[in-house]
């Protein structure tokens, strides 16, 4: 008789935790690529110090320096480990979404981020007027950024 292995039980808990570990892991493994391959030249504004201004201006009062950095900081970090919640919640259900080892993950998130998102909200130009140099950075990053975050989620899912 042939032994059939048993299916994987669900649980969009243990997807979503270890979805956020994963997301947190990819936002630091970006940040390190973007180190290798910045994807600005000098005086562009990244998007997340550009929200934090915005917000600033609302209130009209402008932060200091190192209050801004840390906005901007935690926009890159809360919106990379959300992201990899939805991602770990998306792979309990099906496990296809972690194709190429989350490569296509990181490159949907690029997409979605950078095609629409990100100029949408007129934070940086249509990615037709973006140099090159910053359409191979994000691309490059994202790739790492998905796939540091499904070996961190498959590792943490297999443990929960």
Request: proline share 7%.
């Amino acid at each position: 008789m042939k032994k059939t292995r048993n299916p994987r039980k669900i649980s969009l808990i243990k997807g979503l935790l270890a979805g956020i570990a994963g997301g947190l892991a990819g936002s630091a493994a970006k940040i390190l690529a973007e180190k290798l391959v910045p994807p600005r030249t000098q005086g562009q504004t990244p998007p997340p110090v550009l929200v934090v201004e915005r917000a600033a201006h609302s209130v009209a009062e402008e932060p200091v320096a190192s209050a801004k950095s840390a906005a901007a900081q935690g926009i890159h970090w809360g919106f990379g480990t959300m992201i990899g919640g939805v991602y770990g919640v998306a792979a309990e259900l099906s496990p296809r979404v972690t194709s190429w080892q989350g490569s296509v993950f990181g490159l949907t998130v690029n997409r979605l981020a950078h095609k629409g998102l990100l100029p949408g909200l007129d934070l940086v130009e249509p990615v037709a007027e973006q140099p090159a140099q910053e359409r191979i950075s994000e691309w490059v990053s994202h790739v790492i950024y998905g796939v540091t975050t499904e070996v961190v989620r498959r590792a943490v899912r297999k443990r929960l």
